[in-house]
């Protein structure tokens, strides 16, 4: 096994054929894809939130006392040094360490913090995600006491399940015991998420894992399969691991080289999800030419974990026909109503909901039609969200108030509730003391009502996608266009930083501009997709009974 075969945490959570590409000398020229704004994004708010619990954990800690910071903007040989040296000198806490490479277990990587206890010491991850939901038993500490012999169930809060930070506290475990720094009692880390007020504390010996197995276990499995795909990749060996389509290939920089593998084998997973996918192949169903010849009404020949085997016939054929939408009905309808609002909401990451775009259309209630965005330009998170919430609110029940008065329907449609109703309940649970707010009791009372309609709901019941069933994929076949051509959410995070200015130059006006044509567009396309659905075109959409 060569000696330059090194794996990072995240390579035991990632796709296998990513790995394989990752290590293979054959593709050090093969262009990637360009870098996911969204991605790029996310590592940048990542990085602030990480600077900002460095400075209060440092703070608390009193930088004397034993607190060293490892410089990542140094050369990553320095950081190593400067990491060795703090471990050998017992520093108490060390933040931003960078470890010797493992080449004896094939592994690199660094932690956040590192905690010494008086058995050794401990890794701390610090993340932008959220780590507890509410419920008990968490084990946890308040995110100013390191000190992992203080944890306590906590009454408030259960873990939330996060895999990938479980696996790399494992792998920071294994890189200590190398080095002879690990703590030799309990396997355990911690973690401080989005909220910053606990850390979590896991037992990565204990049976947690889906099946009863521990942290531990999963990862000593995993490692050893990327281990061997990527020590045959870089010996130009046989590959362990082909191409196969999962969720992960969106934000891959490697998608590019396998969609166009996929594509020239017309490989299944192209229709079907991947532990589907994987069967099918294992069944001698590889290609979604023969995946289409099948019959939908038959069992499948393989176990099925998907929502129904005969729509991935019928999405096989879609695609041979280079369908982007088949109607599942012959009759295809949305609710409709003599006074409709269509909304889309924007938020920033977790951060917050800065915008709810509205489009008031149908029947005259003597308030203007048309698009109106209740909005915040102050930077998320603020109080100021409050206000442009309660004004959106206050605006709807308005419409709602007046169409039941003049003794008419209202019907208000989004696309894909899930977001909103997260938005609406959060936004009750965090300004409920702030004026206009409506209750708990109010939102829910109006998201279980038929006046609200998720229309990506209607699409999912109605039709089979076989190019997904997004809002920018279903809406062009109606006929809507995005004035913007890079028009998407993740590229609207970029947008939204500069309107704001989050990063501390002046909040540009032409990015607030670009955000209200947007959301403006995403209220529009709605529109145009539920008329679009209710109206004569219907017709000119296949049936699946028919391909």
Same mark, same amino acid.
């Given at each position: ?37 969204? =991605?790029?994004?996310?590592? #940048?708010? =990542? ?29 990553? !040989? &320095? ?6 040296? !703090? ?12 470890? $010797?490479?493992?080449?004896? /277990? ?5 932690? &956040? ?28 500490? $308040? ?12 009454? @408030? ?28 009692? +309990?396997?355990?880390? /911690?973690?401080?998420?989005?909220? @910053? ?10 049976? %947690? ?29 046989? =590959? ?24 020239? %084998? ?5 229709? !079907?999800?991947?532990?589907?996918? !994987? ?12 995946? #289409? ?9 393989? $176990? ?41 909401? &924007?938020?920033?990451? &977790? ?9 008031? %259309?149908?029947?005259?209630? /003597? ?37 039941? @008065? ?10 894909? @509730?899930?977001?909103?109703? +997260? ?57 809507? %266009? ?6 998407? /959410?993740? =590229? ?56």
């Amino acid at each position: 096994m060569g000696p330059d075969v090194l794996l990072d945490a995240g390579a035991v959570s990632r796709c296998r054929r990513r790995v394989h590409l990752d290590h293979d000398p054959a593709m050090r020229d093969v262009p990637l894809a360009p870098p996911d704004p969204a =991605a790029e994004q996310r590592i #940048a708010d =990542a990085t602030a939130h990480r600077k900002e619990i460095a400075r209060q954990l440092e703070e608390a800690a009193n930088a004397g006392d034993g607190w060293v910071t490892i410089a990542r903007d140094q050369p990553a !040989a &320095e950081r190593v040094e400067a990491t060795e040296s !703090a471990l050998a000198a017992g520093a108490r806490y060390i933040w931003g360490g960078l470890l $010797p490479a493992d080449r004896v /277990g094939h592994r690199r990587g660094g932690s &956040e913090l590192l905690v010494r206890t008086n058995q050794g010491y401990l890794p701390v991850l610090v993340v932008r995600h959220r780590i507890t939901d509410r419920g008990s038993g968490a084990m946890t500490t $308040p995110m100013l006491d390191l000190d992992a012999a203080n944890q306590q169930p906590d009454p @408030a809060r259960k873990v939330r399940s996060q895999p990938r930070d479980l696996l790399r506290l494992v792998h920071l475990r294994k890189m200590l015991e190398t080095l002879g720094h690990a703590e030799t009692g +309990r396997a355990i880390g /911690g973690v401080i998420g989005l909220d @910053a007020d606990v850390v979590v504390w896991h037992d990565l010996a204990s049976p %947690t894992w889906p099946g009863g197995r521990s942290a531990l276990a999963e990862y000593e499995t995993r490692f050893a399969d990327r281990l061997a795909i990527a020590t045959a990749a870089s010996n130009g060996e046989p =590959a362990l691991a082909e191409p196969s389509r999962v969720l992960e290939c969106r934000r891959c920089p490697w998608w590019p080289t396998c969609e166009t593998e996929l594509n020239n %084998t017309r490989d299944v997973s192209l229709v !079907a999800r991947g532990e589907d996918a !994987a069967e099918l192949r294992k069944a001698g169903i590889s290609t979604v030419d023969k995946l #289409a010849a099948m019959n939908p009404d038959e069992e499948p020949p393989m $176990p099925w974990t998907g929502p129904s085997f005969a729509d991935a016939v019928y999405l096989a054929r879609a695609w041979l026909a280079d369908l982007t939408v088949v109607r599942r009905t012959r009759d295809v309808s949305v609710p409709r109503a003599d006074v409709e609002v269509d909304v889309d909401m &924007e938020s920033f990451g &977790e951060a917050g909901a800065y915008m709810w775009g509205s489009l008031l %259309t149908g029947a005259d209630i /003597g308030l203007p039609q048309g698009y109106r965005a209740f909005v915040t330009w102050d930077p998320l998170p603020t109080a100021d969200e409050a206000r442009s919430f309660a004004e959106f609110w206050a605006w709807l029940t308005e419409v709602r108030e007046r169409t039941a @008065a003049a003794g008419l329907t209202f019907r208000a449609y989004c696309y894909n @509730a899930m977001a909103e109703n +997260r938005w609406l309940f959060g936004s009750v649970e965090r300004f409920g003391e702030y004026p206009g707010i409506p209750t708990k009791k109010d939102i829910q009372s109006f998201v279980d009502s038929e006046e609200w309609v998720d229309l990506f709901r209607s699409v999912v019941d109605q039709f089979l996608c076989s190019q997904g069933k997004g809002l920018k994929v279903i809406a062009p076949v109606a006929g809507f %266009t995005w004035r913007d051509p890079e028009a998407g /959410g993740e =590229a609207s995070m970029s947008w939204y930083r500069d309107a704001v200015g989050m990063d501390g130059g002046l909040p540009d006006a032409s990015q607030r501009d670009r955000l209200l044509r947007y959301n403006e567009d995403d209220v529009q396309a709605t529109r145009v997709l539920r008329a679009w659905m209710s109206g004569p075109a219907m017709a000119d959409v296949p049936y699946l009974g028919d391909l």
